[in-house]
């Protein structure tokens, strides 16, 4: 459950909400009840689990930072 108050959070958030592994609120909704509601929503749901263990692995497949920084440096020439 992320609350956003934000607009690049909420740009952010809303991708990440779109895989399946979280919940996107926008924060002037985020009352205690909403953000109690949200959550026992992704606890009570594995398919909030499943699909954050899909992103994690999607995301441990990328390359580190300076990874990238060498792929680009060798690129520029």
């Not at 959550?39 to 749901?45: M, Q, V």
Request: aromatic letters at 4%.
């Amino acid at each position: 459950m992320v609350p956003t108050f934000a607009a690049e959070q909420t740009v952010a958030t809303r991708r990440v909400a779109a895989t399946g592994s979280a919940v996107h609120m926008l924060g002037h909704h985020a009352d205690p009840p909403a953000i109690r509601a949200a959550i026992e929503d992704i606890l009570a749901d594995q398919q909030y689990t499943a699909a954050a263990h899909k992103l994690r692995a999607e995301m441990s497949d990328q390359p580190t930072p300076a990874q990238f920084v060498t792929t680009l440096t060798e690129l520029a020439g």
